[in-house]
């Protein structure tokens, strides 16, 4: 690019830049261009801009085309010949595309030739498209929502005389011709096509109520602008007074400056009609004059503030629901308002909040603080060297649920008024006075001082010095004075009071020698007597191999006794044996477990052998012996790998528990686990809880797994299984599929004599290719009641929590169609016999998907149904044609009930 032809770019970008002020403070950027001119044409300043391509960006918009003029007098870019326009409206993307294309940049509005109009559901033709901020108008049109497709002929379409296309929320076409496959089928005056979510959809309810007579309630949707949609609410009660109610949902996105999103929902409804008795007893209905209201309303935004660092936020919202509450509500006729506004002047943050509540005075304690306002000045810390100061001021008057241990407050009632000021601060400071010591100083306070004389302490006052020795040696002084008290009115901000302490501390730390910690540390509190004093800690910590050894003592010299010691030993680490012990002793509990471990370690450090001995101190009796062992095979260790582990804990009687035997055991060879469980009391066990199991797995982590288990409840007296089962499950996994199933047998035992299968399932989440999937799980399950075999009642149930196996028919990168099968229920058999329905009721539903629009028929005799629906966009699926026992209807020619 040449220097003038450069400059010449400059000083384009710096003309359209001027539009900045004169076109509604829209921003024009040229992204690409190979030339410019300025010209004078008729008095009209001219600025043209050319090239292969020439790309504009109107504030979020974009225009491409290979000539664009922008006319500084009436403000408005032309683009000559062909050019596309690219736009967001209402969070939806719109494309046009036509000849001599012309954007006003004041209004925003485009005209054009030969335009189409594309977005994400729609496609219009028009031989003139004129465009305005949240309308669109086509003569001559053509549209249709399958465009996009791809099919050739279009599945239907419309030709129209007239189209009006509000972007995001519907389509009005007059005079309009509905064409299937391109060939003319029908006339229709008008045609309405919603865009819009299915909260934007035109809604209509009308019934027939035994106390309000005729109902009638519309939500209809509506646009204004390009920032701003919403719903009409109306409401039509027959035997109310007044009979019509109304009401706006509202919804609007940066509506004018400052103003960064606005919600309003408000319905006025006539008041229910009031049930009574006339002389005869007979229920009688009055009618109430008048309305009751629901209300939510919020704002937030921001405003630019020149001595402000990032201008004022706020927000606001004001909510009441009096629809549906009963007369004697507390919060019937209430309007909730909650304000904020915040901004930083410089140094300090300021915040003004607002809470009220409008309208009758409450009867019941406050269940939110009401703040009618709050100030709060929080300046940015003060820092001078290692000094540190934050403060806080908030001031404000308040109502709220009255403090139950303040008399002057409950005397007042429920709830309390008052105003308040509350200083929070802390202070810090930190020196080091001379070498390796350091100094520390802290000052944190809450103050609250109320209107009626009360107030509220919460004062923190510490100092400590520490001095280190040789790096790892310390020693530490501090002191922490507290004071909390005071009586709040308030029930939101109360406190407990407590007597004030003044805690001076002391601990130590030595090191003696490498590995080697000797810790105590002692505190005294000068306002508690010595009976409440804190007790002392010691600690001595070695670690160094092959020893490893803690103990910790905690001594309370002013009421002289040992409140907890602590000890810990470990001698042989790294060692081929390992010895430890384990004990503890506290004040109230006396001595606890005394534990003596070893544990024998050899080969590849991987072979261990262990027991555990845990011997009751308080009964000076050994309570129980845990045996432990570990294996793997160091020979042939690659093609065969063998690996072993059990444990065996064996609890011995004592005074409170009785002998038992638990235990586990496996074997793991290559990708296979032997396994088994027991647990079992001595010396004639307990049939109730006593079980033996057995099972055979593969390695945990495969995709493919699967376990076979053999057990259940032991009997050792009789040396066998009372009700033995043999289970089994399988699972295979995919990155988001997964198939499982699993089956339980019984087996004949002491108690049973009998081969049965107690209960199967099988669930699945998976997808066989493109073509089909299945989904859900059926479960099956046996029961048994009564006693003796031959009385027994025997239930078998079988149970789909939905089962679904759908199948894609058609073409193999877009289907065409979708057939589903389900199956919903349970059958249920009694003695053998089965009961009604007696018979598999699958629902079958064919879903046939033409991309825009589609088909669905629903074959349901669970519930004795046969319905066909349409698809169209915008809305969900419509029910065109349904039979139930109630008879044939046709839903599309009714309102919705």
């Known amino acids: 690019m040449s220097g003038r032809l450069r400059r010449w770019l400059v000083l384009g970008i710096a003309v359209l830049g001027l539009v900045l002020g004169a076109a509604q403070a829209r921003t024009v950027r040229i992204v690409t261009a190979d030339r410019l001119e300025l010209r004078t044409v008729d008095e009209q300043e001219i600025v043209v801009i050319s090239g292969d391509r020439v790309e504009l960006r109107v504030d979020d918009d974009v225009i491409v085309a290979g000539r664009v003029e922008y006319n500084r007098t009436t403000r408005t870019l032309t683009l000559i010949g062909d050019g596309s326009y690219v736009s967001q409206q209402n969070g939806s993307r719109q494309v046009l595309r036509g000849n001599d294309l012309v954007v006003d940049l004041s209004s925003q509005a485009l005209t054009g030739e030969d335009v189409l109009v594309s977005d994400a559901s729609l496609e219009i033709r028009g031989a003139e498209v004129q465009r305005v901020p949240g309308q669109l108008t086509a003569q001559s049109g053509y549209f249709t929502p399958c465009a996009r497709c791809g099919r050739t002929p279009n599945d239907y379409a ?52 035994a106390v309000d007579g005729f109902t009638v309630a519309a939500d209809l949707p509506f646009v204004v602008g390009s920032s701003a949609l919403g719903t009409t609410l109306l409401r039509y009660y027959q035997h109310r007074s007044p009979a019509l109610g109304f009401g706006v949902d509202l919804h609007a996105y940066a509506p004018v400056t400052g103003v960064d999103r606005l ?8 008041r229910p009609l009031v049930s009574g008795n006339d002389a005869d007893g007979n229920t009688v209905y009055t009618a109430q004059p008048g309305y009751e209201y629901d209300l939510n309303f919020s704002v937030k935004g921001s405003l630019n503030l020149a001595s402000t660092a990032s201008g004022l936020t706020y927000q606001l919202t004001a ?26 002047l410089g140094g300090v943050n300021l915040q003004a909040n607002y809470v009220d509540r409008l309208g009758p005075a409450p009867t019941t304690s406050l269940p939110t603080v009401l703040r009618r306002p709050e100030v709060v000045i929080d300046p940015k810390p003060y820092q001078l060297g290692k000094l540190s100061a934050d403060f806080r001021v908030t001031l404000g008057r308040y109502t709220a649920a009255s403090n139950p241990l303040s008399r002057s407050a409950s005397a007042q009632g429920l709830n309390f008024s008052t105003s308040r000021l509350e200083e929070n601060h802390v202070i810090t400071y930190t020196a080091t006075p001379w070498k390796n010591a350091t100094f520390s100083f802290s000052n944190t306070f809450t103050g609250r001082y109320y209107l009626t004389g009360a107030r509220v302490v919460d004062l923190n006052i510490g100092g400590s010095l520490t001095q280190t020795f040789s790096v790892s040696n310390t020693v530490r002084l501090g002191y922490v004075y507290s004071r909390l008290e005071g009586t709040s009115p308030f029930a939101f901000d109360a406190v407990y009071s407590r007597a004030p302490s003044g805690v001076l501390s002391t601990d130590v730390s030595v090191s003696p020698a490498t590995g080697a910690t000797v810790t105590a540390a002692q505190s005294y509190d000068f306002v508690q007597p010595r009976q409440r004093q804190q007790a002392a800690s010691i600690g001595v910590s070695v670690q160094k191999a092959p020893v490893s050894f803690s103990l910790n003592l905690k001594p309370n010299f002013f009421r002289a006794v040992l409140e907890s010691v602590d000890v810990n030993a470990v001698v042989g680490q790294n060692l081929p044996l390992v010895v430890g012990l384990r004990a503890g002793y506290t004040e109230l509990g006396g001595p606890g477990t005394l534990a003596l471990t070893a544990d024998a370690i050899g080969g590849p450090r991987s072979n261990t052998f262990g027991v555990t001995l845990n011997y009751d101190l308080k009964q000076h009796l050994l309570s129980s012996v845990n045996l432990r062992a570990n294996a793997l095979s160091t020979q042939d260790a690659v093609l065969n790998p063998v690996a072993f582990s059990a444990s065996e804990t064996i609890n011995l009687q004592t005074p409170t528990q009785l002998s038992s035997l638990n235990g586990t055991a496996s074997v793991t060879w290559r990708d296979l686990v032997f396994s088994s469980a027991h647990s079992l009391t001595l010396p004639a066990g307990n049939r109730g809880s006593d079980t033996l199991n057995f099972s055979v797995s593969n390695v945990a982590g495969s995709l493919l797994s699967w376990r076979l288990n053999y057990g259940g409840p032991y009997d050792l007296t009789r040396l066998g299984w009372t009700t033995p089962a043999l289970t089994g499950n399988v699972s295979a996994t995919r990155p988001g599929q997964r198939l499982s199933a699993q089956v339980t047998v019984s087996l004949p035992g002491l108690d049973q004599n009998l081969v049965e299968l107690s209960n199967a399932s099988v669930a699945a989440t998976y997808n066989f290719g493109s073509r089909a999937s299945l989904n859900g799980g059926a479960y099956y399950a046996r029961t048994r009641s009564g006693t003796g075999t031959a009385a027994q009642q025997i239930t078998d149930s079988l149970t789909f929590q939905p089962l679904t196996l759908t199948l894609a028919l058609g073409k193999l990168t877009r289907p065409d169609a979708y057939l589903s099968t389900t199956l919903r229920q349970t059958l249920t058999w009694q003695n053998g016999v089965l009961q009604a329905p007696g018979r598999l009721e699958p629902i079958v539903l064919l879903t046939v998907d033409r991309c825009c629009w589609a088909l669905q028929v629903e074959l349901n005799p669970v519930d004795r149904r046969f319905r066909i629906g349409i698809g169209l966009p915008g809305s969900a699926v419509l029910t065109a044609f349904e039979a139930d026992p109630n008879g044939p209807s046709v839903p599309l020619l009714q309102p919705n009930p």
């Open 158 to 209: 419309f030709r129209a005389g007239s189209i009006l296309l509000y972007p995001g929320d519907r389509l009005v076409a007059y005079g309009a011709t509905l064409l299937l496959a391109d060939t003319p089928v029908l006339y229709l005056p008008v045609v309405v096509l919603p865009l819009q979510d299915q909260s934007r959809v035109p809604r209509l309810s009308v019934a027939n109520d």
């Open 263 to 270: 919600d309003l929902y408000g319905l006025a409804s006539p």
């Open 319 to 344: 909510t009441r629901a009096d629809i549906g509450r009963s007369a004697d509500d507390p919060e019937r006729g209430v309007t909730n308002v909650n304000g904020t506004a915040s901004a930083d």
